[in-house]
Structures are given as structure tokens and as C-alpha cells.
């Protein structure tokens, strides 16, 4: 079964601070995907890689950045948080058909 | 573009009653269409999914969708509501090209099932 860590898993910062997330997969997906959830707008696509060092931008990507520099691990960075960043962060990764399995998330407050 | 709209972001039903969730897609290409579930405090779970072949598409936990290219939309439903199914569901689609537009899915802004007894 395909597996997926995300951290960390809660994390409280301050506007303006840097601000990494990591998604970590335990097989060879080439898509990897990086959502936010907030309520009343579902999830919303930030980036997605389909390779190594190959990534690409998704509707709500301003304030955001991401890499990719191993098959297994899909970093997405705020540079400097913003409140309207505090969100629930959600890792995917492509299984088959475009189904995408999904990981447990990062709650994300930006005071 | 593609785009999913869900009707009704909560729907209350009783205990044993029939669970209606709609979904209406639009898509210019032949789709993929998805339910997820998500219970609080995690991840999305895959619920069911219709790629080509059966239109009705049966799923985990009882609940099953049935694709209407007529009417573009792919409603979830289950004969009788467990106090268990209280959780929010997502509608999601996808275009069937197996390259470009990075397989991406777009999701609609989900409907929060409340059963009560």
C-alpha cells in the first residue's frame, strides 16, 4: 500500500517567518501534489511535480514554492507566512486512473 | 476547464434513511469522476471512482455512484445512513489523457453529512 508522511503535522508561526512543509512517500510515485483545505472551497491545488526537479504551478500558487530533489520527498515552502495562508495542507500522490491517495495533513496558523 | 459543482454543503439525514450527495461536473474531454470521504482530523479516503466501462460504480462502505454523461453528473448514494457515514465528501474529476494537465483533479467544496438518530 502506498504511504505518505507529512511534517509536521501542526505547526504555529508568525507573519513573515519562512515556513516548510514536507510530504515524504514510501514508493516511486512520479506525481506528487500539494493542496490546501479551507472551509467552503475544498481543496484547492498549490503545485505539483511529475518528476524529480520537474514541478509546475496549480491555481493558487502565489506564496508558494515547492521541490523536488528526490523521487520520494515533495517539499513546499512560504516564504514569508501570511495569515490568509493558515490552512490544513494536504500531501497527494497518483496512484492509477488519476487517483490520488492522500496524506494525514499539516494544520498551518499563521498568527 | 473542468470544474465540479456540489449541491447543498450540508445535508442532515435519519438514521437508516436513503443518503442523496449530488455532483455535476463539467468536462470537455472524457472524464474521471471520484467520491472522497474525509472524516475529521484526517486525510481524504477514496470512496469510489468510475474510469470507462459499468456506470454504476459501487464502493466502499455501501455507497455506490452512477455516471450520467446526459446529465454530467455523478450522484453518490446509500440505501441506509449509518450514524458512521457523519462525515464530509468531496466530488472530484479528472480528464482521461493519460498525459498533460498534470492528472490533475478538480474538486468541488465538498458536503457535510450529518446523520441523526
Known amino acids: 500500500d502506498a504511504g505518505i508522511t507529512q511534517s509536521p503535522r501542526h505547526k504555529v508561526t508568525e507573519t513573515g517567518t519562512p515556513v516548510t512543509l514536507r510530504c515524504h512517500q514510501t514508493?516511486?510515485?512520479?506525481?506528487m501534489y500539494w493542496y490546501r483545505q479551507d472551509p467552503g472551497h475544498g481543496l484547492r491545488l498549490i503545485h505539483y511535480?511529475?518528476?524529480?526537479?520537474?514541478?509546475d504551478k496549480g491555481e493558487v500558487s502565489d506564496g508558494y514554492s515547492v521541490s523536488r530533489s528526490k523521487t520520494e520527498d515533495f517539499l513546499l515552502t512560504l516564504e514569508s507566512a501570511t495569515s490568509s495562508q493558515t490552512s490544513v495542507y494536504f500531501c497527494?500522490?497518483?496512484?492509477?486512473?488519476?487517483?490520488?491517495?492522500f496524506g494525514p495533513g499539516t494544520r498551518l496558523t499563521v498568527l | 476547464a473542468q470544474s465540479v459543482t456540489q449541491l447543498g454543503s450540508h445535508v442532515s439525514v435519519s438514521e437508516g434513511a436513503l443518503v442523496l450527495l449530488r455532483c455535476n461536473y463539467s468536462s470537455s474531454v472524457p472524464p474521471y469522476l471520484f467520491w472522497y470521504v474525509q472524516y475529521p482530523n484526517q486525510g481524504l479516503q477514496l470512496l469510489l471512482k468510475y474510469t470507462t466501462g459499468a456506470t454504476l460504480v459501487k464502493g466502499i462502505n455501501g455507497f455506490e455512484a452512477e455516471f450520467k454523461k446526459s446529465e454530467t453528473s455523478f450522484h453518490l448514494t446509500k440505501p441506509s445512513a449509518h450514524m458512521s457515514d457523519a462525515a464530509e465528501y468531496f466530488c472530484a474529476v479528472s480528464d482521461q489523457r493519460a498525459r498533460g494537465g498534470g492528472n490533475k483533479l478538480t474538486f468541488g467544496t465538498g458536503t457535510q453529512l450529518k446523520v441523526e438518530l
Open positions: 497527494a500522490i497518483r496512484i492509477q486512473d488519476n487517483e490520488q491517495f
Open positions: 511535480s511529475y518528476g524529480v526537479k520537474d514541478t
Open positions: 514508493e516511486n510515485h512520479r506525481y
